[in-house]
T-cell receptor
Framework: QKEVEQNSGPLSVPEGAIASLNCTYS??????FFWYRQYSGKSPELIMS????GDKEDGRFTAQLNKASQYVSLLIRDSQPSDSATYLC??????????FGSGTRLQVQP | DAGVTQSPTHLIKTRGQHVTLRCSPI?????VSWYQQVLGQGPQFIFQ???????GRGNFPDRFSARQFPNYSSELNVNALLLGDSALYLC????????????FGEGSWLTVV
């Protein structure tokens, strides 16, 4: 079992729709959770971090964390073609380096 | 403010050669991490340094080594290059030690032929 699992996609959504990206993790001691966006040929860029159960909103992005289910998700509202990228989920217990999933490729169709 | 800077951005090496990659963290950040990202995969942790001391090491062979200098910049060295070392090498900085939010540089694309 991988430590951080993501569906590789591609996840295809029409422009203006909500994109839902999911991530599960295996270490119950995980305390900090991050979403990074990576455009093709570029390095990952931090979008959001979340540390407590529940939702955290930042503009069009909402991160959701459920530690009991070991599940973290990212919702992108009003998806735009410029959101087309690979989204990486990263997890840490705080005592280890961030562990990344393989990423989900999102395609937003105009 | 300058972000994380890495050099070189692209390089091509031959099998068996040695490579040195360099990184300068965000001003005020004392920790540097190195990650390897192979095409189609997420970044894999190689090393983390905080205040010039190694604070974490990933599952990479001894051909990989790193160090951090008094000005918090860092070098990643890879000896006896293999074709499988071809990847994007990412440097990330953070304010403090392991487990904190990290910010990536643009990366160094290494091709081994």
């Amino acid at each position: 079992q991988k430590e951080v699992e993501q569906n590789s996609g591609p996840l295809s959504v029409p422009e203006g729709a909500i994109a839902s990206l999911n991530c599960t993790y295996s270490d119950r001691g995980s305390q900090s959770f991050f979403w990074y966006r990576q455009y093709s040929g570029k390095s990952p860029e931090l979008i959001m971090s979340i540390y407590s159960n529940g939702d955290k909103e930042d503009g069009r992005f909402t991160a959701q964390l459920n530690k009991a289910s070991q599940y973290v998700s990212l919702l992108i509202r009003d998806s735009q073609p410029s959101d087309s990228a690979t989204y990486l989920c990263a997890v840490t217990t705080g005592r280890r380096a961030l562990t990344f999933g393989s990423g989900t490729r999102l395609q937003v169709q105009p | 403010d300058a972000g994380v800077t890495q050099s070189p951005t692209h390089l091509i090496k031959t099998r068996g050669q040695h490579v040195t990659l360099r990184c300068s963290p965000i001003s005020g950040h004392k920790s540097v991490s190195w990650y390897q990202q192979v095409l189609g995969q997420g970044p894999q942790f190689i090393f983390q340094y905080y205040e010039k001391e190694e604070r974490g090491r990933g599952n990479f062979p001894d051909r990989f080594s790193a160090r951090q200098f008094p000005n918090y910049s860092s070098e990643l060295n890879v000896n006896a290059l293999l074709l499988g070392d071809s990847a994007l090498y990412l440097c990330a900085s953070s304010l403090e030690g392991i487990g904190n939010t990290i910010y990536f540089g643009e990366g160094s694309w290494l091709t081994v032929v």
